[in-house]
T-cell receptor, first 112, second 118 residues
Framework: QKEVEQNSGPLSVPEGAIASLNCTYS??????FFWYRQYSGKSPELIMS??SNGDKEDGRFTAQLNKASQYVSLLIRDSQPSDSATYLC????????????WGLGTSLAVNP | GAVVSQHPSWVICKSGTSVKIECRSL??????MFWYRQFPKQSLMLMAT?????????EQGVEKDKFLINHASLTLSTLTVTSAHPEDSSFYIC??????????????FGSGTQLSVL
């Protein structure tokens, strides 16, 4: 079982719709969860971080965390063509092991 | 946010040659830098953790004699791919914690280096 799993997609949504990206993780002691956006040929950039169960909102982005289900998601409201990218889920554990474990990423295409 | 500068952005080299990639933290000191490799349609894979003034810590399966890491100053880490082969063609990315922190929320990435070995 992969440590961090994401549906590779592509996920295709029309402009203005809500895009929902999902991620599951296997390490129950994971404490920190991150969503990165990566455009083709570019390095990742941090979109959202979440540490506690529930929702965290930042502009058009909402991260949702459910530690009991080992599930973290990212919602993008009012999707724009510029949101078309690969979204990487990253998780790290507690204690001294703070290395990020990365998912394969979900490719999102927002169609005008 | 903090800026991590990485050069070159892309490089094409012949098989058997060595390639050096530089990663600089601009306007802040980075005692720790991370080197990642990413193959097409694959996730980021941590290769090694570079520590200023000491030997790098390599991840399992990464050949330390092939991927030489030097972190001689608080603002510069270099990755040298020695005797490069076509299978080393990949996207190499460095990252560093922002100034005054070691939390992953403040992890900044360089722009990446696309290496193509002919």
């Amino acid at each position: 079982q992969k440590e961090v799993e994401q549906n590779s997609g592509p996920l295709s949504v029309p402009e203005g719709a809500i895009a929902s990206l999902n991620c599951t993780y296997s390490d129950r002691v994971s404490q920190s969860f991150f969503w990165y956006r990566q455009y083709s040929g570019k390095s990742p950039e941090l979109i959202m971080s979440i540490y506690s169960n529930g929702d965290k909102e930042d502009g058009r982005f909402t991260a949702q965390l459910n530690k009991a289900s080992q599930y973290v998601s990212l919602l993008i409201r009012d999707s724009q063509p510029s949101d078309s990218a690969t979204y990487l889920c990253a998780v790290n554990g507690a204690g001294n092991n703070r290395k990020l474990i990365w998912g394969l990423g979900t490719s999102l295409a927002v169609n005008p | 946010g903090a800026v991590v500068s990485q050069h070159p952005s892309w490089v094409i080299c012949k098989s058997g040659t060595s390639v050096k990639i530089e990663c600089r933290s601009l306007d802040f000191q980075a005692t720790t830098m991370f080197w990642y490799r990413q193959f097409p349609k694959q996730s980021l894979m941590l290769m090694a953790t570079s520590n200023e003034g000491s030997k790098a810590t390599y991840e399992q399966g990464v050949e330390k004699d092939k991927f030489l890491i030097n972190h001689a100053s608080l603002t510069l880490s270099t990755l040298t791919v020695t005797s490069a082969h076509p299978e080393d063609s990949s996207f190499y990315i460095c990252s560093a914690y922002g100034p005054g922190t070691t939390t992953n929320e403040k992890l900044f990435f360089g722009s990446g280096t696309q290496l193509s070995v002919l």
